[in-house]
Nanobody
Framework: QVQLVESGGGLVQAGGSLRLSCAAS????????MGWYRQAPGKQRELVAT???????NYAYSVKGRFAISRDNAKNAVYLQMNSLKPEDTAVYYC?????????WGQGNQVTVSS
C-alpha cells in the first residue's frame, strides 16, 4: 500500500506562484511515473502534468510554459511549480503515483487564484 500526502496549496493573486509537493510513503518498491491532476467545481478531473522515472515530462496545453513538474526519486516525491497563475487554474489538485501498474492518489490540495 502506498500513501501520498500533498502540501503547498493556498490562495494567491493572479500572476503569482505556488509550489505543490507530494511525498509517497508505505510499501514502495519502484514508482514509475508520477503526476498531477486537477478538478474544478462541476468539471471532470484533468491531467496537468506527468513525469517518468527517467525525467520525461508531459503537460496539458493550458499550463505549458507556466507550470513545471519535477521529481526526487530518492525521496519518492513529486513537485509542481506553478507560475503566472490565472483564475482558471483554481481547482483541487491531486498528485498520483504509478507502482507496479496500480495508481495511487493524494488527498487533494485546494489552489485558489484570485483575479
Amino acid at each position: 500500500q502506498v500513501q501520498l500526502v500533498e502540501s503547498g496549496g493556498g490562495l494567491v493573486q493572479a500572476g503569482g506562484s505556488l509550489r505543490l509537493s507530494c511525498a509517497a510513503s508505505g510499501i514502495i518498491f519502484s514508482i514509475s511515473s508520477m503526476g498531477w491532476y486537477r478538478q474544478a467545481p462541476g468539471k471532470q478531473r484533468e491531467l496537468v502534468a506527468t513525469i517518468t522515472c527517467g525525467g520525461s515530462t508531459n503537460y496539458a496545453y493550458s499550463v505549458k510554459g507556466r507550470f513545471a513538474i519535477s521529481r526526487d526519486n530518492a525521496k519518492n516525491a513529486v513537485y509542481l511549480q506553478m507560475n503566472s497563475l490565472k483564475p482558471e487554474d483554481t481547482a483541487v489538485y491531486y498528485c498520483d503515483a504509478n507502482q507496479l501498474g496500480r495508481l495511487y492518489w493524494g488527498q487533494g490540495n485546494q489552489v485558489t487564484v484570485s483575479s
